[in-house]
């Protein structure tokens, strides 16, 4: 059984920052890709920052140069810093994680419960 946990949300005024951390737990054996996607009202969910296979990484435009993602792969953590936030961060963050657990040959998806992210004055 793999879990992933995510901390760190809350409520920010626009220009603040928040930090996000997200702990991979269970009997995981091997990590592709770990990283943030984020899903606000009424929206699909999009893509924030990722580490890839290779330890990459992909920002969405919106977000470069304001978010920071980073990694702990003795922990298999991964954080996002958010500085400069905008109202229009506001969203649900979730955590995934794309990796094989111990009894698998395959890689399968893994989300996180969603951590809320409100930008507001």
């Known amino acids: 059984q793999v879990q992933l946990v995510e901390s760190g949300g809350g409520l920010v005024q626009p220009g603040g920052s928040l930090r996000l951390s997200c702990a991979a737990s269970g009997s995981i054996s091997s990590v592709y890709a770990m990283g943030w996607y984020r899903q606000a009202p009424g929206k699909q969910r999009e893509l924030v920052a990722l580490f890839t296979s290779g330890g990459s990484t992909n920002y969405a435009d919106s977000v470069k140069g304001r978010f920071t993602i980073s990694r702990d792969n003795a922990k298999n953590t991964v954080y996002l810093q958010m500085n400069s936030l905008k109202p229009e961060d506001t969203a649900v963050y979730y955590c995934?994680?794309?990796?094989?657990?111990?009894?698998?040959?395959?890689?399968?998806?893994?989300w996180g419960q969603g951590t809320q992210v409100t930008v507001s004055s």
């Open positions: 995934n994680a794309k990796l094989r657990t111990r009894d698998s040959v395959n890689y399968y998806n893994y």
